[in-house]
Nanobody, 117 residues
Framework: QVQLVESGGGLVQTGGSLRLSCAAS????????MAWYRQAPGNQREMVAR???????AYADSAKGRFTISRDNAKNTVYLQMNTLKPEDTAVYYC???????????WGQGTQVTVSS
């Protein structure tokens, strides 16, 4: 069994910053890609940022220049630094990780991010 536990969400004003963390634990041989997704009410879940095991990153257009994804392989943890937050960033943010050797995808429980105008 693998568990992903997110932390760091909360309420912040427009222009503020938050740092999300997601720690994986359990039966982990290694972790392949890790990613952050978000889902706002009435919307589909969308990918925000992704990072490979070799630290190659990719971002949604809405996140480019404001968000930074990073990971600490020794701690099985992925981070999302979010700067210059906007009200449209309000959503539940989910961590996703592909765990080897099966490459099965696991999800965290989500953490709420609310940006007030």
């Amino acid at each position: 069994q693998v568990q992903l536990v997110e932390s760091g969400g909360g309420l912040v004003q427009t222009g503020g910053s938050l740092r999300l963390s997601c720690a994986a634990s359990g039966s982990i041989f290694a972790i392949n890609d890790m990613a952050w997704y978000r889902q706002a009410p009435g919307n589909q879940r969308e990918m925000v940022a992704r990072i490979t095991s070799t630290a190659t990153t990719a971002y949604a257009d809405s996140a480019k220049g404001r968000f930074t994804i990073s990971r600490d392989n020794a701690k099985n943890t992925v981070y999302l630094q979010m700067n210059t937050l906007k009200p449209e960033d309000t959503a539940v943010y989910y961590c996703n990780a592909r765990i080897l050797p099966t490459n099965r995808a696991y999800w965290g429980q989500g953490t709420q991010v609310t940006v007030s105008s």
